[in-house]
């Protein structure tokens, strides 16, 4: 028997209502259509199969990615080379996501797509060995350009799952999208903890100062811990400089702790990551099922539109309210990644406590980042979508808060790990929430409005990067802050808007459909 989407929401409809922007959400009112593929009764698990295996070759591929990002600002400062080249990722990123995604995807298909995007990482992986502007920009650029068709691909192949687990199982499809998109997120942030684990086990290992710390926190201070620390306090006092107080072109002098790592452990840590983003892209191409299987026919984006086509509608979307309003938070989400990764790890962890450590700490940014993905879905059928978006805003303000009046010293370490943990759980509930709020404003526009997430989310990251080399780290604390609070009313607004029509009674009744077939005339709807 075939399944639509219709067929069972008439008996879950008061299952699948989201406690807001209901009018988003409604039921497809069409008849069985004889082109859809017939699902055997295994179907789901094969579905799932597909959604973890996505999910575990961004794992692999992104330890690779943000452990050596996450290292850029410290390994590579001379001359802020590092931080410039996250930028050109970021400022490539925005023009690869308006003009390459759809062209891309119609040309390879979703998932060779994706298997052959993180080729284009390859390159940033191998200028580590020879890190000069001439090899990292143009590497940070295919970065960039691989990266907007990559995670196009990756929202578009999971939509289209997301439909027909819906049409088998006769859950509603904007819980699954969001389930799904939990799962994938838990895989992706766990990323974090692998890639640092490597980072900060090989930047350790033949350290006798991290040892000797180590060490001395187990068996109370010890002599050589002192000298340490009294070295330290003779060099720099972290309270004058470290932190909020933390400006570029500090020299090395002042903080010992921010003196590079050996070239021979920056080599082994790039050979170690240059095999997981081999061995990501081999697991997509072997692993995954071609999306042709679930896309009842549907060619290249979710309304059939051409590059340009996209491109247009992506300007035009400019137009719409909603989108106007979800902006800043947006590009809040790029900026307070590109903090967490550039600015926090240099100002704080590097200066305060050292480059060995950037790991550990980062480590706890990403489990907690991926223990937080995967139970959102659960939470917000539970309290609704609110809730959880005041408190990500009550936390995020509260720790930018903190970062200003916090001086990072050797004595506070565990604070290092509380903060990082913390912007982990905030940063997990903002990429969950909305990218699900783009498919729930947006139904039928995959590419469209992912293209727009990402375009926006890119925005802010390269403009964080771009002006990390010259503002101290007070002022972009405030800038931060401020962004959030702007976004934070955008969202207001977006929930408000919706309230009131729902009281009023003038939200029309539509269509809800995640992933939208070509109808039978060829016309593309708006």
Not at 143 to 155: E, I, N, S, Y
Not at 159 to 171: D, F, K, N, R
Not at 182 to 198: E, P
Not at 244 to 267: D, H, V, Y
Request: charged letters at 15%; glycine letters at 8%; one cysteine or more.
């Amino acid at each position: 028997m075939v399944y639509t989407i219709s067929d069972k929401v008439d008996k879950n409809d008061d299952q699948i209502q989201p406690p807001d922007m209901d009018s988003k959400f409604q039921r497809v009112k069409a008849e069985e259509d004889d082109s859809r593929p017939v699902y055997g009764p295994n179907e789901q698990w094969r579905i799932w199969k597909n959604v973890l295996v996505i999910g575990f070759a961004f794992m692999i591929h992104f330890t690779a990615f943000w452990g050596a990002s996450n290292l850029q600002s410290s390994i590579n400062s001379e001359a802020a080379l590092g931080t410039f080249t996250l930028a050109a990722i970021y400022g490539s990123l925005i023009l690869s996501n308006i003009f390459l995604p759809v062209i891309v995807i119609r040309w390879l298909g979703a998932k060779w797509t994706i298997s052959l995007a993180f080729v284009a990482y390859m390159p940033f992986i191998m200028a580590q060995f020879y890190p000069k502007f001439y090899t990292m920009i143009p590497a940070g650029l295919a970065v960039g350009f691989g990266g907007g068709p990559l995670w196009c691909a990756k929202c578009t192949f999971l939509t289209i799952l997301s439909e027909a687990y819906s049409q088998v199982t006769g859950i509603g499809a904007d819980i699954v999208v969001t389930r799904f998109f939990g799962v994938f997120f838990m895989f992706y942030q766990f990323s974090q903890v692998w890639g640092n684990l490597i980072s900060s086990a090989v930047l350790s290992s033949g350290n006798e100062a991290v040892e000797t710390m180590s060490n001395s926190s187990i068996n109370n201070v010890t002599q050589i811990f002192n000298e340490v620390v009294n070295i330290s306090t003779q060099t720099r006092d972290s309270g004058d400089i470290c932190g909020a107080n933390f400006c570029p072109g500090t020299a090395l002098e002042a903080i010992p702790n921010l003196t590079p790592p050996t070239p021979s452990k920056i080599n082994t840590i790039a050979g170690i990551y240059l095999v997981c983003m081999v061995a990501a892209s081999l697991i997509v191409a072997v692993g995954v099922d071609s999306v042709k299987r679930y896309d009842n026919g549907r060619k290249g984006s979710g309304s059939g539109m051409s590059g340009f086509r996209l491109l247009a509608v992506t300007l035009k979307q400019l137009a719409n309210p909603y989108q106007i309003l979800i902006l800043p938070i947006t590009m809040f989400i790029g900026a307070e990644q590109a903090f967490i990764a550039a600015d926090f790890n240099s100002a704080f962890v590097s200066c305060g406590w050292g480059i060995s450590n950037i790991g550990f700490v980062m480590i706890c940014f990403g489990v907690c980042n991926g223990v937080a993905a995967i139970f959102i879905g659960s939470i917000i059928k539970i309290t609704g979508r609110t809730p959880v978006i005041c408190l990500a805003l009550s936390l995020h303000v509260a720790l930018i808060v903190t970062l200003l009046v916090w001086r990072p010293s050797l004595d506070a370490k565990l604070t290092f790990f509380i903060i990082a943990g913390l912007w982990g759980f905030c940063d997990a509930i903002w990429l969950v929430q909305i990218n699900s709020l783009y498919g729930i404003l947006f139904p039928g526009k995959e590419e469209a409005s992912y293209s727009n997430f990402r375009l926006w989310e890119s925005t802010g990251s390269v403009i964080t990067y771009a002006y990390s080399p010259y503002l101290c780290i007070d002022v972009k604390l405030y800038l931060l802050l401020g962004l959030l609070i702007l976004g934070a009313s955008g969202y207001t607004m977006v929930e408000f808007i919706e309230w009131k029509g729902k009281n009023e009674g003038l939200t029309k009744k539509g269509e809800f459909r995640l992933v939208k077939t070509a109808e039978k005339s060829g016309e593309v709807a708006e």
